[in-house]
């Protein structure tokens, strides 16, 4: 099955500290796309940073950041100096195959604490 | 300027009646979105047109019928509503080709059925 898997249900961070948040995924693609995606209480989805998978680098958006590793199929975000503003539910997603339709984790809801 | 809009962002309406959601976007993209988002957040595809035409019905009861009158613009319709369909339904668009395949997502219309 093609699947996008998120274990943490939830995680709590200090405001101004390093939070990670765990990502893996199944494909059998060698050319595919990652995706963060937030969703603040708003409800609007906001993309937060993508991994083209042809590339080593690892991508970064001012304070987020990724941990893509391939064979292992794993793409974590990392999200540095957090802000109250930072608090949301955080998808990951993949890109799947010549449809593009998105496939997606279960979500992380993350809290920063003051 | 508001890249992907959606109307209406709430509608309440009881078992048995038929119901429209409108999605506009004005990024020139060629693909269109609908998804599903659950009471538990789960996201899941419906279906997707590119250029009009309909590239993917992801196995969605036949009371949801989607209609692309041009590419700026994707409906979707549903008949005899049914408590089941209580949810958030969120419009995207994308750019098919070009590798750049981020979607960009409306604000979401809570659909709540009595």
């Known amino acids: 099955a093609q699947t996008v898997t998120q274990s943490q249900p939830e995680m709590s961070v200090q405001e101004a500290e390093t939070v990670t948040l765990s990502c893996t995924y199944d494909?059998?693609?060698?050319?595919?796309?990652l995706f963060w995606y937030k969703q603040p209480p708003s409800r609007q989805m906001i993309l937060v940073i993508r991994?083209?998978?042809?590339?080593?680098q690892n991508a970064t958006e001012n304070r987020f950041s990724v941990n893509f590793q391939k064979a292992a199929k794993s793409f974590s975000l990392k999200i540095s100096d957090s802000q109250l503003g930072d608090a949301a539910m955080y998808f990951c997603a993949r890109r799947g195959g010549a449809t593009n339709k998105l496939i997606f984790g279960t979500g992380t809801l993350l809290a920063v604490q003051p | 300027d508001t890249a992907v809009s959606q109307t209406p962002k709430y509608l309440v309406t009881q078992m048995g009646n038929d119901k429209s959601i409108k999605c506009e976007q004005n990024?020139?993209?060629?693909?269109m979105y609908w998804y599903k988002q659950d009471s538990k957040k789960f996201l899941k595809i419906m279906f997707s047109?590119?250029?009009?035409?309909?590239?993917i019905n992801e196995t969605v009861p036949n009371r949801f019928s989607p209609k692309s009158p041009d590419k700026a613009h994707l409906n979707l319709h549903i008949n005899s509503l049914e408590l089941g369909d209580s949810a958030v339904y969120f419009c995207?668009?994308?750019?098919?080709?070009?590798?750049?395949?981020?979607?960009?997502f409306g604000p979401g219309t809570r659909l709540t059925v009595t």
């Open positions: 047109y590119n250029n009009k035409e309909l590239i």
């Open positions: 995207a668009s994308s750019q098919a080709s070009g590798r750049i395949y981020e979607q960009y």
């Open positions: 494909t059998s693609e060698s050319d595919y796309y």
């Open positions: 991994q083209e998978a042809y590339k080593q």
């Open positions: 990024l020139g993209h060629d693909t």
